[in-house]
């Protein structure tokens, strides 16, 4: 089930990331799509003409937003959050400055 909330964050973090996390951030993206990209669920191998985009076919998410959530974790525990609240990613910002 696709948690928007969640997704939320993951475009905010892809088109608009805070200064101070961009390079924290997109390299927790390029880890995550690394693992995607060879996943049976990656819609590369359930290509289907209504959705042309990268994404989940288990949780059914777009890939770029969600592995560029801090929060989100994929569904098969390929890959967990970095950080599960607000709180720890305000931590996780001053370890990164």
Not at 33 to 52: A, G, I, Q, V, W
């Amino acid at each position: 089930m696709i948690n928007f909330k969640q997704i939320y964050e993951g475009y905010k973090n892809l088109i608009v990331p805070s200064a101070d996390m961009k390079v924290a951030i997109s390299k927790v993206r390029q880890e995550r799509l690394n693992e995607c990209f060879d996943c049976p669920f990656h819609s590369k191998f359930h290509k289907t003409p209504l959705r042309p985009d990268d994404h989940c076919t288990e949780c059914g998410c777009n890939l770029d937003a969600k592995t560029s959530c801090l929060t989100c974790e994929c569904p098969k525990q390929k890959w967990l959050a970095v950080v599960s609240t607000v709180e720890e990613e305000e931590e996780l910002k001053k370890q990164t400055i």
